[in-house]
């Protein structure tokens, strides 16, 4: 029996992935030329490991493509694209584990999605994916700026959900950083998460920028100062669309960064100290922007699916044309870095979770840009979709400080103005929103519920 550790060469780990200095200094020299002959090589590896696993055999085969067919990056999008919906038929189909993965013995490691969009996903890592993914956090949050002497709060969930224990893994494993790994607030109550932050000085806070913000005002609600009690200077979250000056100013000037992953696939791409667009990490993710309706690749600046192909992830579970439903652009302008990688405009909405009203396309999490730096409002809302009348209507609860005596009708037609479409305002009271988000217990929190099917 072998354990983790008999599968893993830290230094050709730090050689095909380097961290801190070695990591500016390899792809700030590197053409887009060597680039893609690197990506070249490990796609090759990856297409011959794909044809051993038996969801790709399927998924491939049902389309006429035979091995051979596939000869270079050029023909990557004549691969179909799979997502989530598939994986969950090959869970059913295969249970508990579907065959979209190559296990044969070794060590493995067996966590879940967050749930988000639908029931639960199982996840599997072998040793060497799973620390390439890993690396690639730490080689992030360090280029960002974080330093040997800062303490981390982590507010990202753990039990079964991958999110909490692979940041967890990053920051202990390849950063000399103090780790407080906090998690959700059903696991370790706000009250407590914002005393410990106090309590041991934490200096940079992770997680969704949901509970990121909510734990400024949990802070605040204590009597403890953000930036002067408890001394965060750097956050490091999922940004989205929301403004990143009003999450900094609640956490009293503190840096924010962005970046983006998903469960499958670990980080994809992230802020670097420019803050300018998020850089796709394209010596381990290769990165398509796809029609939403047709799935065909669109030219660069143009919204559409973030298609991901993991270049490094060759071992347990190869990720090759995984559609993550989340919607992003291409940077079209030139960095002021210097890095070869190309960069996406980070989280723009969900695909799956964009709603159409009188021809309109909207996506509930534009919202929180819309609503941003309005101090009479928290910042928390959720839509509700329901059909009547065979029209698809809207209403989007805000939580007010006042609710019982403000007027909902210049929020409707603020938000008209922002999504182009008419919806139904509702005006509730700070924390009424909390149910149905599930803010306090989910790492990202909900703001689509669906009742058209209910």
């Known amino acids: 029996m072998s354990s983790w550790y008999d599968h893993i060469d830290s230094r050709a780990l730090f050689e095909a992935y380097p961290i801190g200095e070695a990591f500016t200094a390899?792809?700030?020299?590197?053409?887009?030329?060597?680039?893609?002959?690197?990506?070249?090589?490990?796609?090759?590896?990856?297409?011959?490991?794909?044809?051993?696993?038996?969801?790709?055999?399927?998924?491939?085969?049902?389309?006429?493509?035979?091995?051979?067919?596939?000869?270079?990056?050029?023909?990557?999008?004549?691969?179909?694209?799979?997502?989530?919906?598939?994986?969950?038929?090959?869970?059913?189909?295969?249970?508990?584990?579907?065959?979209?993965?190559?296990?044969?013995?070794?060590?493995?490691?067996?966590?879940?999605?967050?749930?988000?969009?639908?029931?639960?996903?199982?996840?599997?890592?072998?040793?060497?994916?799973?620390?390439?993914?890993?690396?690639?956090?730490?080689?992030?949050?360090?280029?960002?700026?974080?330093?040997?002497?800062?303490?981390?709060?982590?507010?990202?969930?753990?039990?079964?959900?991958?999110?909490?224990?692979?940041?967890?893994?990053?920051?202990?494993?390849?950063?000399?950083?103090?780790?407080?790994?906090?998690?959700?607030?059903?696991?370790?109550?706000?009250?407590?998460?914002?005393?410990?932050?106090?309590?041991?000085?934490?200096?940079?806070?992770?997680?969704?920028?949901?509970?990121?913000?909510?734990?400024?005002?949990?802070?605040?609600?204590?009597?403890?100062?953000?930036?002067?009690?408890?001394?965060?200077?750097?956050?490091?979250?999922?940004?989205?669309?929301?403004?990143?000056?009003?999450?900094?100013?609640?956490?009293?000037g503190a840096k924010a960064y962005d970046w983006y992953g998903v469960g499958d696939t670990g980080s994809i791409a992230g802020e670097g100290p420019d803050r300018d667009g998020l850089y796709v990490w394209e010596d381990a993710q290769l990165v398509e922007i796809c029609d939403v309706e047709t799935g065909a690749p669109l030219p660069r600046g143009q919204k559409g699916d973030m298609v991901v192909t993991c270049l490094y992830k060759r071992d347990v579970a190869p990720v090759i044309r995984f559609n993550t439903h989340d919607v992003s652009a291409f940077r079209t302008d030139r960095n002021a870095t210097g890095m070869v990688f190309d960069r996406i405009e980070g989280f723009l909405g969900r695909s799956d979770n964009m709603v159409k009203l009188k021809g309109i396309n909207v996506f509930p999490h534009a919202i929180g840009a819309i609503i941003e730096n309005r101090p009479e409002l928290t910042g928390e809302y959720v839509c509700r979709l329901a059909r009547a009348g065979g029209q698809d209507r809207m209403t989007v609860i805000l939580e007010h400080r006042n609710a019982a005596a403000a007027d909902s009708k210049p929020y409707a037609a603020l938000l008209k103005q922002g999504l182009g479409v008419e919806v139904e305002v509702k005006l509730v009271a700070p924390g009424e929103t909390a149910p149905m988000t599930q803010i306090d217990v989910r790492q990202k929190a909900l703001r689509l519920i669906d009742e058209r099917r209910a």
């Open 26 to 252: 390899r792809y700030t020299k590197m053409s887009r030329d060597e680039l893609r002959a690197r990506q070249e090589a490990d796609f090759q590896k990856l297409m011959a490991r794909g044809w051993e696993v038996p969801f790709y055999r399927r998924l491939w085969g049902s389309k006429g493509i035979e091995p051979g067919d596939i000869q270079s990056l050029d023909d990557l999008p004549k691969l179909p694209s799979f997502d989530k919906s598939d994986l969950m038929a090959s869970i059913a189909a295969h249970p508990p584990l579907g065959d979209f993965h190559g296990r044969s013995g070794g060590p493995v490691v067996l966590h879940t999605t967050s749930g988000t969009t639908g029931k639960p996903q199982v996840l599997l890592f072998g040793p060497w994916g799973r620390e390439v993914g890993n690396l690639l956090v730490a080689r992030m949050a360090l280029w960002q700026g974080l330093r040997s002497d800062d303490v981390v709060h982590s507010v990202y969930g753990h039990g079964m959900i991958n999110g909490g224990h692979y940041i967890r893994e990053a920051y202990t494993r390849f950063t000399e950083a103090l780790f407080l790994s906090a998690g959700t607030g059903i696991e370790t109550r706000s009250a407590t998460q914002v005393q410990l932050m106090a309590d041991f000085g934490a200096t940079v806070l992770v997680g969704f920028v949901d509970y990121v913000r909510k734990l400024a005002e949990v802070a605040r609600e204590a009597g403890l100062a953000p930036g002067r009690d408890i001394p965060v200077r750097m956050i490091i979250g999922h940004l989205g669309t929301e403004d990143r000056a009003a999450t900094e100013a609640a956490w009293g």
